[in-house]
């Protein structure tokens, strides 16, 4: 049984007249007539009472209708699901992202425009630190991430920078250079003591740390690490030390920290999109591509102190 035996038996069983179903299908009535016949034959029933002046469908055929109706439907919705598949708006996308991620306003906005725009997709998202993300992507776990940037990522992986935004120094309220409106020079922490992410984590930002404090001429005093940056802050609040983070968790209010822009050359981070090379997923060009144009439309706001 092909399908268009389907297509020629319901259109006959619509119209009840070969010559107008034949007229329908775009083909002759005899080798409609046939292929109704080697139908028939093949199921061993007969689909149609006919006679000289009336065809009529069958007790057979009347129950036989609304199921071959009902397999060309299907057929047509699976057709639909391929399509859609195609153009990424069905599926199971898994997205990783490093913990500072969503405290950026444009991410959180980029990823509610993705599921606006596709619906259907089942977003499931991981949080991990970046080097752990890169490292997720390349193991096949995540289709994606959204990182700080690594410098030595696998050659199977791409990066592409989504936005910049300043990094900030993050400082207990009555500390001294709370004063400075302006921003401060990362040379004018050199005496201070540090609270910040342990090397071990996998975040970019400690390396970078570390570069920016050489050109200023010292190495940072670091004498509490903590994995998470809302714990960074509250041993900012307490008192402890000092942090350097992006702007992006200085925009954030919280009793007896204050935040001033970094002036340093160079003391700027970013989000990277991640993702392996050789992806020829649909679904994660389609989120790439509109994470893409929203960030860039979005990171055009401004970083506040």
């Known amino acids: 049984m092909e399908l268009r035996h389907l297509r020629y038996f319901i259109a006959v069983a619509e119209e009840l007249h070969f010559g107008r179903a034949a007229l329908q299908l775009g083909i002759s009535q005899p080798p409609l007539s046939q292929q109704i016949q080697a139908l028939e034959e093949e199921l061993g029933v007969r689909l149609f009472e006919r006679t000289n002046r009336r065809v009529s469908l069958s007790a057979a055929g009347q129950l036989f209708l609304p199921e071959a109706r009902q397999v060309l439907l299907r057929l047509q919705q699976a057709v639909q699901v391929a399509q859609r598949a195609q153009r990424g708006e069905l599926g199971e996308l898994k997205v990783g992202f490093t913990s500072s991620a969503p405290f950026t306003p444009t991410i959180p906005r980029a990823i509610l425009a993705f599921r606006r725009a596709c619906p259907e997709v089942h977003l499931e998202l991981r949080e991990f630190s970046s080097r ?15 990182l700080r940037p690594l410098g030595d990522l696998p050659d199977e992986l791409e990066a592409l920078e989504l936005f910049a935004e300043p990094l900030s120094v993050l400082l207990p309220a ?3 250079l709370a004063q400075q409106q302006a921003g401060i020079q990362l040379a004018q922490l050199a005496a201070e003591s540090f609270v910040y992410f342990p090397r071990t984590y996998g975040t970019g930002l400690y390396d970078q740390l570390l570069r920016l404090a050489r050109a200023a001429g010292f190495t940072p005093h670091i004498v ?3 994995s ?3 714990t960074l802050i509250g041993l900012v609040a307490t008192g402890l030390g000092v942090t350097v983070l992006p702007s992006s968790f200085g925009r954030m209010h919280i009793d007896g920290v204050i935040s001033r822009t970094l002036l340093d050359p160079g003391a700027s981070t970013a ?3 991640v993702r392996r090379r050789d992806e020829q997923s649909p679904l994660v060009q389609r989120f790439s591509a509109l994470l893409q144009q929203e960030t860039r439309r979005l990171s055009s706001a401004s970083y506040p102190d």
């Open 132 to 146: 752990n993300v890169a490292q997720a992507v390349y193991d096949g776990q995540l289709h994606v991430g959204m």
């Open 174 to 176: 009555g500390h001294p």
């Open 224 to 226: 509490q690490e903590a």
């Open 228 to 230: 998470e940056a809302m």
């Open 271 to 273: 989000i990277c999109l």
